[in-house]
């Protein structure tokens, strides 16, 4: 009898030793951000453009203060993806799921993003066609996250496919934000077009990159914005699986 008692106290420490490695093991998987970096591939950016931004987004993350930033969070990790979009039916993912919680890892990507091949050449300029894959590429993330954000960078307004407004309220009604960069040296208004048909949600704001060459800059500061952003309460970043009806936000 004392026997059997022993061995069912061994296997109840047990459990909970390996419930306690499982809670850990959660902990560890979960992460800050969850971000979506949706690149413009459209005509309207030539390759050297198209470089300039894949430049100025591998500097950013080769930033101590992006490190930092990343590091100071309360999990201490991001994850990140990266994914070209022109055409309503043209978007393709660049980088995959990466999560970024040190320096080492940090530079990783940035090495990938600047030697990445650009996967999408010319067509029209979709930003709602962006959003519906950037949400899609939310829902596939491996890491839970306290946030999830679109970051949407262009040189136009969306001239192609469904009105941007669906796209955006659906992202908004899954708890995602929206930021955007304008790169306003084709399109002077488009700062203001940005905030007021592009970005939603919580916390979402835009920049301006008066052109390519300014872009760097922009990125670094909006990356830690992003990054440095405080979660609010009752937001709900968990993007509904395909088909999931959404409703309008509060």
Same mark, same amino acid.
């Given at each position: 009898m004392r026997r059997l008692a022993a061995v069912v106290l061994l296997v109840v420490i047990s459990a909970a030793g390996l419930a306690a490695t499982s809670a850990t093991d959660s902990a560890r998987e979960r992460v800050d951000l969850n971000l979506v970096l949706a690149v413009d591939s459209s005509s309207s950016v030539d390759p050297e453009e198209f470089a300039l931004q894949m430049a100025g987004i591998a500097e950013a993350f080769r930033?101590?203060?992006?490190?930092?930033?990343?590091?100071? @969070?309360?999990?201490?990790?991001?994850?990140?993806? &990266?994914?070209?979009? %022109?055409?309503?039916?043209?978007?393709?993912?660049?980088? @995959?799921?990466?999560?970024? $919680? !040190?320096?080492? %890892?940090?530079? /990783?990507? /940035? !090495?990938?993003v600047e030697n990445a091949p650009r996967l999408i050449y010319g067509g029209a300029t979709s930003i709602s066609g962006g959003l519906r894959f950037a949400l899609k590429r939310l829902a596939a993330s491996?890491?839970?996250?306290?946030?999830?954000?679109? !970051?949407?960078?262009?040189?136009?307004?969306?001239?192609?496919?469904?009105?941007?407004?669906?796209? $955006?309220?659906?992202?908004?009604?899954? @708890?995602?934000?929206?930021?955007?960069? /304008?790169?306003?040296?084709?399109?002077?208004? &488009?700062?203001?077009?940005?905030?007021?048909?592009?970005?939603?949600?919580?916390?979402?704001?835009? &920049?301006v990159a008066k052109d390519y060459e300014d872009f760097a800059q922009a990125i670094l500061r909006k990356l830690l $914005?992003?990054?440095e952003a405080?979660?609010?309460?009752?937001?709900?970043?968990?993007?509904?699986?395909? @088909?999931?009806?959404?409703?309008?936000? %509060?």
């Open positions: 930033a101590p203060a992006v490190i930092e930033a990343i590091e100071g @969070g309360a999990h201490h990790a991001i994850a990140v993806t &990266l994914m070209e979009w %022109s055409n309503a039916t043209w978007q393709r993912e660049n980088i @995959g799921w990466t999560v970024i $919680r !040190d320096a080492a %890892s940090a530079h /990783a990507f /940035a !090495d990938q491996p890491r839970p996250a306290e946030r999830a954000v679109i !970051d949407v960078s262009g040189d136009g307004a969306n001239n192609q496919g469904a009105p941007v407004a669906a796209a $955006r309220r659906d992202a908004m009604a899954a @708890g995602v934000t929206i930021n955007g960069i /304008a790169v306003i040296n084709e399109e002077p208004d &488009l700062e203001q077009y940005y905030r007021t048909e592009v970005i939603g949600g919580p916390g979402a704001f835009a &920049l $914005r992003e990054i405080v979660p609010v309460a009752g937001a709900h970043p968990l993007v509904a699986p395909a @088909g999931t009806p959404t409703r309008e936000p %509060s």
